[in-house]
């Protein structure tokens, strides 16, 4: 069987994965790039007299387009914390704009809108960030177990269950975004994503044939020929033949599908394909734990075992400092094992933003400790920056206010600068130590020990998704904004701690900043010795 040779090229293989563009730190980007640009550039010309819009007039294909994008942003926080609308920007700023552009209809004005397309282009999202977009709700749709249907709905549901996120402003998804997230799964052989996806592409652009969007790059023909070349390649014979069947009705005369069908006839023929079961989810074999992980995730607000509540309390902690005797910690114990507390209200609003706006233009794609060298991976799907206590004096002051609570020796080189972590659209890091599981890791090269504590700080919160979830441990903690979690990843006698198996869930809707804080344990010799104990 011959797979499609129309529709789209092959795109890319995106190492972004999140909502953020390339430059920046987060959507709120493409968001002033659509208002700058498109509200007070391109869209003028579009709009004789640069009056109220009139779709009336002979520019009523880029007219209307404006009235999508600029209806997109009524609210403009929606437009970024949903992940169907930010999937859906990122799409229209990337290819749907050039498409109107660059038609046939955009007769007027040609050179003024093509010189506008060009003056913006390297601010506008590029393939790997559509592609990053689509594999996200990918990622949202398997560990939220949500439906392709429901999606493309604008519903986050999981069935027999309450909806997890119920956005103020419905959106939906169209044949072609359901395309387009069923392609990029198709590039790269994955037809257990490809067939739900374009499944409901195929509904879709049933529902509304004959009524073809300019901005559009597939059509239902598109979706019905790549559909059925993974129900072969996923074995379901007797479905391709049907779906090539169907596509011959609009397309007769294509002999690529035309020899598909005769090849398919023969193969039922000979038994093969007859019948077969539903294509299965592909299984991760990095990832071990992953039924755990999401099932943590999926737990609402992290609620914790009831035989757990007996044993955890709340408290003002100063821990001797006299630092924290006017202004005491708030802390939550969270789990006894592994030692896990939350301190609300850590730092303020105020300190929060300083931190964010100081590591927003330093941002880049995180990297992982991979044997002996760091890398990008699929794994982790965030940005982050790494800033020094001398970057200010905020910086500084939360160092300060870490040493007092931990009563740790934070100086270099016996803790790590403050990492400042972006997780956009879909955002996340799948189950994995914070401290290292082999004398070859790069964290050794600080020459300060392995990582003996870990303190995470909430810079924001999330409408939905982005708990931490520790795995072994079978519990989970929400996003908690302006709250610092911390705890131990060393046993007092210096080995790991097992139970410290922890994970970023995908954010579902919102934009999530945290900061961390790496100690190591060289420097905590005598502030946190080994106990008599050598199990402990």
Known sequence: SLPPGGGHGPLTRGDLGTASPRHGPSPHTHQGCVKQHFSSGLAKEWIPGQRALNCTVIHWVPCRFYEKVQALHQDPKASVDNPLLAFSLIKRLHSDWPNIIYSDEATRNTQALHAGLREVEQELPGAEDLEGAARALMRLQDVYALSVQGLARGVFQRAGHPPLYSPGRLASLSGDDCFHVGKVAYDTGDYYHSIAWLEEAVSLFRLSYGSWNLEDRSSLEDALDHLAFSYFMAGNISHALSLSIEFLRYDPSNQRVSSNVAKYKKLL?????????????????????????????????????????????????????????????????????????????????????????????????????????????????????????????????????????????????????????????????????????????PLYRMKSGNRIATIMIYLSAVEAGGSTAFIYANFSVPVVKNAALFWWNLRRNGNGDGDTLHAGCPVLAGDKWVANKWIHEHGQEFRRPCSADPQD
């Open 269 to 441: 023929e000979m038994g093969t394909g007859a019948s077969t079961g539903p294509v299965q989810r592909p299984n991760s074999t990095r990832l071990q734990s992953r039924d755990a992980y999401e099932e943590l995730c999926q737990r609402p607000r992290g609620q914790p075992a009831p035989e757990r509540l007996l044993h955890l309390s709340c408290s003002y902690e100063t821990n001797s400092s006299p630092y924290l005797l006017l202004q005491p910690a708030k802390k939550e114990m969270v789990q006894i094992q592994p030692y896990v507390a939350l301190y609300h209200d850590f730092i303020t609003d105020a300190e929060a933003e300083t931190i964010k706006g100081l590591a927003g233009p330093w941002l880049q794609r995180s990297v992982v400790a991979s044997g002996e060298k760091q890398q990008k991976a699929e794994y982790r799907i965030s940005k982050s920056a790494w800033l020094k206590d001398t970057a200010d004096p905020v910086v500084e002051a939360l160092d300060r206010r870490m040493a007092a609570l931990t009563g740790l020796d934070l100086r270099p080189p016996y803790a790590e600068y403050l990492q400042v972590v972006n997780y956009g659209l879909g955002g996340h890091y799948e189950p994995h130590f914070d401290h290292a599981t082999s004398m070859k890791s």
